[in-house]
């Protein structure tokens, strides 16, 4: 049995057809308060993959799954008969695409999904797929890999929609597909979150942005048509976003560096990431928590941008190597971290980097609002970010050429300001450097 199904996934490969499996979905945001993780079915075409549940839905153990034969071990309560009903849900899957494949059929999850899972949802002749239910796929396949990230303003993303629906008459979160997403739905959709949620036009631009690359690639896949795109008329760019200045004058910074705490306090362990970032061209608190010895090269602190994947090469000036020196960061192993931010042993996955990111970040800036107070500035917001913001204007102020240090780098397109530092010798960059001390 088990050789045949092996035989038919290497035939759907070479007719370009869908490759089924039967997984443990061993994503962290998955795994159940007893310790185990759900079964799905996965269909991947064409490097799309999508993850079916089972009508009775199957949760195990680690020890208890056999990943290589796709089915349950010995230790699972009645695994034959569980196992039984695995093999029944992936012959019918199999068989769907088998026949999709003697009728000539292009493969497509809409029309798999219809004859799967017996329904059918059409709106105006354009054969789509439920707008939640969709959300709920995509945050599943960003979680599998590894984008926790995105995959959390993915599902806020959801919830937001959900609620949104909920309160508007006329719209059932339930039934509602991807087509009816229209013009009339977003300017409902931004008109709520503006008038009856408060959200600042920043963040709405995040949800609807979630929103459009869903609908992009719902297009892509065609599982709906160009002409229900709602974003053709409704302009992201026009939402009002009006943001406060973020940066202080290097005056200030030097008045937080004077600041004395108790060492290994958490007031002190802010002071000193805000200057650190400030000290390497406004880092981001992400990549600050995931520098380690390996990062120190020589007198030189070498790492790789998370979010755009720039590489950055920055030298370690009396400031940074103080600050590194209190943490002992020069005699840190090659895999420890230089800051006490993730601890190597606890935080393994990319989940519990996030979740313990968000703890730390949240921690700091509540005790960067206190040092904001005590430098008279008891209406400032300040946070790590402001530091990146000032690193920028220090250096527009000191009448660094746009050309070396764009504006960009705080307020437009991050990619713009990689690409001009990207573009200048190191040694340019360390003498820039050298006027925000």
């Not at 061993?26 to 185990?36: A, L, M, N, V």
Request: glycine share 4%; net charge positive.
């Amino acid at each position: 049995m088990l050789r045949f199904y092996t035989a038919v996934s290497l035939n759907f490969k070479q007719t370009k057809m869908a490759d089924i499996e039967t997984i443990m979905l061993k994503s962290p945001s998955k795994r159940r308060k007893d310790g185990t993780y759900p079964i799905y079915l996965k269909v991947t075409h064409q490097r799309k993959r999508k993850y079916y549940k089972f009508d009775d839905a199957k949760h195990c153990e680690i020890s208890q799954w056999n990943k290589d034969k796709e089915e349950f071990r010995k230790n699972y309560p009645n695994y034959k008969d569980q196992n039984k009903i695995l093999i029944r849900y992936k012959s019918k899957a199999i068989d769907i695409v088998n026949q999709l494949a003697v009728q000539l059929i292009p493969f497509s999850f809409v029309e798999f999904e219809d004859r799967f899972l017996e329904k059918k949802v059409e709106v105006e002749n354009n054969v789509s797929i439920l707008l939640i239910q969709h959300l709920e796929d995509r945050t599943t396949e960003l979680e599998a890999d590894g984008k926790i990230s995105s995959a959390s303003i993915n599902n806020v993303t959801m919830k937001i929609l959900k609620a949104f629906m909920e309160k508007t008459r006329g719209y059932n979160a339930n039934k509602i597909t991807l087509a009816e997403v229209d013009y009339t739905f977003i300017v409902k959709l931004v008109k709520y979150l503006e008038n009856d949620r408060k959200i600042a036009g920043t963040t709405i631009s995040i949800y609807l942005r979630c929103l459009r690359a869903i609908l992009n690639r719902a297009i892509k896949a065609k599982l709906i048509s160009r002409d229900t795109y709602p974003f053709y008329d409704f302009q992201i760019s026009k939402i009002k976003t009006t943001t406060k200045k973020r940066a202080i004058a290097k005056e200030l910074v030097h008045k937080i560096a004077e600041l004395e705490f108790v060492d290994t306090s958490k007031t002190q362990f802010a002071q000193h990431i805000f200057l650190f970032s400030y000290y390497t061209r406004g880092m981001n608190f992400i990549d600050i928590a995931g520098l380690t010895g390996a990062s120190i090269v020589g007198d030189r602190i070498n790492y790789t941008r998370s979010k755009t994947k720039g590489e950055f090469s920055i030298k370690i000036n009396s400031k940074t190597k103080e600050i590194l020196d209190f943490y002992d960061a020069g005699n840190k192993g090659k895999t420890e971290y230089l800051f006490p931010i993730f601890d190597k042993e606890v935080h393994i996955t990319d989940q519990q980097k996030y979740n313990r990111k968000k703890k730390v970040l949240k921690q700091v800036n509540k005790e960067l609002k206190e040092i904001a107070t005590l430098i008279g500035l008891e209406g400032l917001k300040l946070t790590t970010y402001v530091s990146r913001h000032s690193y920028a204007t220090t250096l527009k102020n000191g009448n660094v050429p746009t050309a070396q240090i764009s504006e960009a780098l705080g307020h437009s397109t991050e990619k713009t300001t990689q690409t001009y530092l990207k573009s200048f010798d190191k040694d340019v960059l360390d003498e820039i450097d050298e006027r925000v001390l």
